[in-house]
């Protein structure tokens, strides 16, 4: 069956950029020319996403806004005559079908996903979390959905991470099957390094079963007093086989500091406008 909804978490509080975010949605932060949720957009797009549902909390009106029509701003742009900057506003809200459900209480991931369950009904569904942002040339969804059309199963994007950041990573136990292709045989929840059973870590993406939101009804609060996705696709293994998916790409942590520069410099410099200039004033302070 065909994956058409996406889910798109975006109801966190954005700590680690604190004072900007007490304001200013984290996911809305600039990269480039475009704010991150932009590109998590794009992506599940470009992958055949149908429907995005978008996990939001309270003072994040701000994503809402983004993806809506703005009267005002188009007549202005109309009467500048700014023909190309009009285009680009109007096709914002006509990008995807996009609905609104609104996580109350930060319990987690696991409840974030739990909250959309209306609106994804009984069907396959994706999950992305807008802070990894994945350049490749291939989607990593699209990757992804691959998989998920030749075994019919739930997929989660892994990678390789290093040893001291096992501890920040859901990892998991796994059987190689394929290129980049594993079955997943166990789950933890950040563990120490030397419990860790290898060293491929669960990254932003998911594709998932519909069972999963029974079993997260059932999931109790894990590590941090949340409910852990984690825990639950480890309790779904005793029912459903699962699969994970190494992709092929560049991932970005942008939901830290250092991480958000990063992208910003890397996705900067591949800008056929902005490239050039800012290589050669790179090039004149370092």
């Not at 932060?29 to 992506?43: A, F, G, M, R, S």
């Not at 009009?86 to 909250?115: F, I």
């Not at 992804?144 to 075994?151: D, I």
């Not at 409910?227 to 942590?253: H, M, N, S, V, W």
Request: a negative charge.
């Amino acid at each position: 069956m065909k994956v058409r909804k996406a889910v798109i978490t975006a109801a966190g509080w954005g700590t680690r950029f604190l004072p900007i975010t007490k304001s200013q949605p984290k996911e809305m932060l600039p990269l480039v020319n475009k704010p991150l949720i932009h590109y998590t957009v794009d992506e599940a797009i470009n992958s055949g996403i149908e429907q995005i549902v978008l996990v939001t909390a309270i003072s994040k009106r701000a994503i809402e806004d983004y993806f809506d029509r703005s009267f005002e701003l188009e007549h202005l742009l109309e009467q500048k005559k700014e023909t190309r900057l009009l285009k680009e506003m109007q096709e914002l809200s006509t990008l995807v079908d996009v609905c609104y459900v609104r996580q109350k209480q930060q319990l987690g991931l696991g409840h974030a996903v739990l909250t959309a369950r209306d609106v994804v009904g009984e069907e396959h569904f994706a999950v992305i979390l807008p802070d990894d942002i994945i350049d490749s040339q291939v989607p990593a969804l699209k990757q992804m959905l691959a998989v998920h059309e030749q075994y019919g199963a739930g997929v989660i994007a892994v990678e390789s991470v290093a040893t001291q950041d096992l501890n920040k990573y859901g990892i998991i136990e796994a059987k190689k099957i394929g290129s980049g292709t594993y079955q997943v045989l166990g789950l933890v929840e950040k563990p120490e390094p030397d419990q860790a059973p290898s060293n491929l870590g669960i990254v932003g993406r998911y594709i998932l079963s519909p069972r999963i939101f029974d079993v997260l009804e059932k999931t109790p609060r894990g590590r941090g007093q949340e409910i852990q996705l984690t825990d639950a696709l480890q309790r779904l293994l005793d029912q459903q086989p699962l699969y994970a998916c190494e992709f092929e790409g560049k991932r970005y942590d942008t939901g830290t500091p250092m991480g958000w520069m990063k992208a910003t410099m890397t996705f900067a410099l591949k800008h056929p406008e902005y490239g050039p200039e800012l290589r050669e004033y790179l090039q004149q302070i370092l």
